[in-house]
C-alpha cells in the first residue's frame, strides 16, 4: 500500500548488542549476557537429583513406587519413563521440556535419562539446559514373589474353570483371550487339570478381578466358599483361604440342540433344532431351515439349562453332490448365510450304497457339487435327549449340515509348519492317569482348534497370533496355498517382539 503511494517506509531490523561478559555481539535480552556466559553463571539443574536408587523385581518384572506398590514396566517404555521421571524431587522447580532414555548396557542394572528443562533467570531471561539422571537398579523380590519363593502352595485364592463337555476346544479359546488381556498376569500358579484349569492367586482381590474376566467373555455361573486358616485373638484378625467355582456352559460352537419348549417358546417359537454358532458372554443360536436366529446370555441360559443334542465329535463327512439355491445372502451377526437345497451321501457309505440324502442348509453361498461338508447324521443316530421326547409328532431331517470341510485338501499340507503360531499359559500339567490315548486326543483337538481358527474369521478375531520364524515359504507350498484351503493372511499376524533379536541387530549395525 505504501508503494502504490509512493510514501518512504523504513524497514524493521533487529538491534544487537555487546555481551556484558565476553563482548562478542548478540541478540538482546534481560540478562545483556550470551547464552554460554549464562550457562556459566547460573545452573538451572542445580539442587535437582542426577542419582537415584529404584528397586526392581525380576520374578515379575516390575517396580516399587513407594511406600509398598508395584508397577510393571519393560525397558525403554512409556510407563518405565514415567516412573523414573516420577521419582525425581524438586523437579517442579524447573519446566520439563522433553526426556529420552539413554542406551545402556542391558546387564549393567542402570538405567539412564536425558532430560531437558527451562527456568526463568536473571532478570527473566529463560535459560534452557539438558542434563542426565542415572537410575542404579537394584533387585529385590515383592511381597508376592517372595511369598512364592518360600512357599509356591501359599495361595489365599483360587479359582477352579470347570466346562462338563468330552473335548477341551473351549479352554483353548479361552488361553488365549487370557493371553491377549494379561488377564492371569496376578497369578502365582496355573495348574492344567483334565476336567478344567485351575487358577491360584495371592490376593482374593485378583481373583475376583479374574472371575469378572472370564464372565464377560463366556457364559459361566459361579460360586465361592472360604475356610478359615487361623486367627488371632488378641488384633482380631482372620486369615482365610477362597475359592471359586466358575462353570462354563456345556453348549460349544457347532453343536447341535434341542430347545426345552418352555426356552423355545420364549424365543418366539424358534427351532426346536437349532445350531450353536457362536460363544461369548452369550450363546448365537441359528435355525438351519429357516435362518432365524436369537441369542441367549447367560442368566437366561442358567435359568433353564440344556445340553446340546450332538457335539462336535460327532461330525460326520458327506460329499455334495447338487447344491440348489432358495434364497438370496443373509448377514445375522456379521456372517453370511444362504439357504439351498442339497442332496448329499456319506463318504463312508462309497462302493457300500446308493444311500442319498436331501436336506435343506444354511451352507448354500460355500456349498459346491464335489465339495464335502460335516454334519450330524440324524438317519443313524440314537439319540435318547429327554427335550427332544417332550415334542410328540416332530420329523427329524435326516442329516444336518455344520460347516464345508477341507479334509481332503489339508492332507497335501500334513506335516508342514504353519506360517503363524500361538503363545501358551505357563501351566502346571497334571499328568496322573494320562496316558498316550489321552495325549494324542489332545493333540487332535488343539489340531482342531488350529483349524477352525483358519477357516473362521470371527474367531480369531480377539486372538493374537505370531508369525512363526522358523517357517519358509517354498514353491511347492505356494503351489498347495493357491488352493481353496483356508489360511491367515500375513496382515493379521504379530512380530513375536525378543529383546534378544533386537540386541543382535544392534550389534550387527555397530560392527
Given at each position: ?7 518512504f517506509?523504513?524497514q ?5 548488542v ?17 547464552a ?9 539443574t542445580?539442587g535437582?537429583q542426577?542419582?537415584v ?12 513406587q ?15 519413563l ?5 521419582r525425581?524431587k524438586?523437579?517442579?522447580k524447573?519446566?520439563?521440556?522433553n526426556?529420552?532414555f ?16 527451562q527456568?526463568e533467570?536473571l ?28 512357599n ?5 485364592a ?53 472371575v469378572?474376566?472370564v464372565?464377560r467373555?463366556?457364559?459361566?455361573r459361579s460360586r ?6 487361623s ?12 475359592t471359586f467355582?466358575?462353570?462354563i ?20 417359537n ?12 452369550n450363546?448365537?443360536l441359528?435355525?438351519?431351515?429357516t ?20 457335539s462336535?465329535?460327532?461330525?460326520v ?14 448377514n ?12 448329499v ?14 436336506v435343506r ?9 464335489g ?5 450330524y ?5 440314537n439319540?435318547?435327549d ?5 415334542y410328540k ?5 435326516e ?14 499340507k ?12 505357563n501351566?502346571?500339567?497334571?499328568n ?10 489332545l ?9 477352525d ?37 500375513l ?11 533386537i ?9
Amino acid at each position: 500500500m505504501a508503494e502504490v503511494s509512493g510514501m518512504f517506509t523504513v524497514q524493521q531490523t533487529i538491534g544487537s548488542v555487546l555481551c556484558c561478559k565476553c563482548g562478542i555481539l548478540m541478540q538482546p535480552n534481560a540478562a545483556n549476557m550470551c547464552a554460554k556466559c549464562l550457562r556459566s553463571e547460573v545452573d538451572i539443574t542445580e539442587g535437582l537429583q542426577k542419582h537415584v536408587v529404584i528397586i526392581h523385581c525380576p520374578e515379575c518384572d516390575s517396580y516399587l513406587q513407594p511406600p509398598r506398590s508395584w508397577i510393571k514396566a519393560q525397558l525403554e517404555s512409556k510407563e518405565l519413563l514415567t516412573f523414573c521421571i516420577k521419582r525425581l524431587k524438586n523437579l517442579n522447580k524447573v519446566k520439563l521440556m522433553n526426556a529420552e532414555f539413554i542406551w545402556t548396557e542391558p546387564h549393567s542394572k542402570r538405567i539412564k535419562v536425558r532430560l531437558r528443562v527451562q527456568k526463568e533467570v536473571l532478570n527473566g531471561a529463560v535459560l534452557e539446559q539438558t542434563y542426565a539422571v542415572e537410575y542404579v537398579v537394584q533387585d529385590q523380590m515383592c511381597e508376592s514373589c517372595s511369598k512364592v519363593q518360600a512357599n509356591p502352595d501359599q495361595w489365599v485364592a483360587a479359582v477352579q474353570l470347570r466346562q462338563h463337555v468330552s473335548h477341551r476346544r473351549t479352554f483353548f479359546y479361552l488361553e488365549q483371550l487370557i493371553l491377549k488381556h494379561e488377564a492371569a498376569n496376578r497369578a502365582i500358579k496355573i495348574q492344567q487339570l483334565v476336567q478344567g484349569i485351575d487358577f491360584f492367586f495371592a490376593h482374593r482381590s485378583h481373583a475376583l478381578k479374574f472371575v469378572d474376566f472370564v464372565s464377560r467373555v463366556v457364559p459361566v455361573r459361579s460360586r465361592n466358599d472360604n475356610q478359615l486358616v487361623s486367627h488371632d485373638h488378641k488384633s482380631n484378625n482372620f486369615n482365610y483361604k477362597y475359592t471359586f467355582s466358575v462353570e462354563i456352559s456345556p453348549i460349544c460352537r457347532e453343536d447341535l440342540i434341542c430347545l426345552p419348549p418352555k426356552v423355545a417358546a420364549s424365543l418366539g417359537n424358534i427351532g426346536p433344532l437349532v445350531i450353536c454358532t457362536k460363544v461369548s458372554n452369550n450363546i448365537a443360536l441359528l435355525d438351519p431351515f429357516t435362518l432365524r436366529h436369537c441369542f441367549l446370555d447367560a442368566d437366561q441360559y442358567w435359568r433353564a439349562s440344556f445340553k446340546p443334542l450332538l457335539s462336535s465329535r460327532q461330525l460326520v463327512e458327506y460329499v455334495v453332490l447338487d447344491v440348489d439355491v432358495v434364497s438370496e445372502e443373509v448377514n445375522i451377526g456379521g456372517s453370511t448365510y444362504v439357504l439351498a437345497d442339497t442332496q448329499v451321501a456319506r463318504v463312508s457309505d462309497f462302493g457300500k450304497n446308493d444311500t442319498m440324502f436331501s436336506v435343506r442348509t444354511h451352507l448354500g453361498h460355500l456349498l459346491n457339487s464335489g465339495d464335502y461338508a460335516l454334519g450330524y447324521d440324524l438317519y443313524g443316530a440314537n439319540s435318547n435327549d429327554i427335550e427332544l421326547d417332550k415334542y410328540k409328532g416332530l420329523v427329524l431331517p435326516e442329516v444336518i449340515l455344520i460347516k464345508k470341510s477341507y479334509e481332503e485338501k489339508r492332507q497335501k499340507k500334513r506335516g508342514k509348519p504353519r506360517s503363524w503360531k500361538l503363545k501358551s499359559l505357563n501351566m502346571e500339567v497334571d499328568n496322573s492317569g494320562k496316558g498316550r490315548d489321552q495325549e494324542q486326543k489332545l493333540n487332535s483337538e488343539y489340531e482342531q482348534f488350529l483349524r477352525d481358527l483358519e477357516e473362521n474369521t470371527d474367531l480369531r478375531f480377539n486372538i493374537s497370533l505370531y508369525r512363526n520364524k522358523e517357517y519358509q515359504r517354498s514353491e511347492v507350498t505356494s503351489i498347495v496355498d493357491g488352493e481353496d484351503v483356508p489360511s491367515i493372511p500375513l496382515e493379521e499376524l504379530l512380530a513375536d517382539l525378543d529383546l534378544s533379536d533386537i540386541d543382535v541387530e544392534e550389534d550387527c549395525i555397530l560392527e
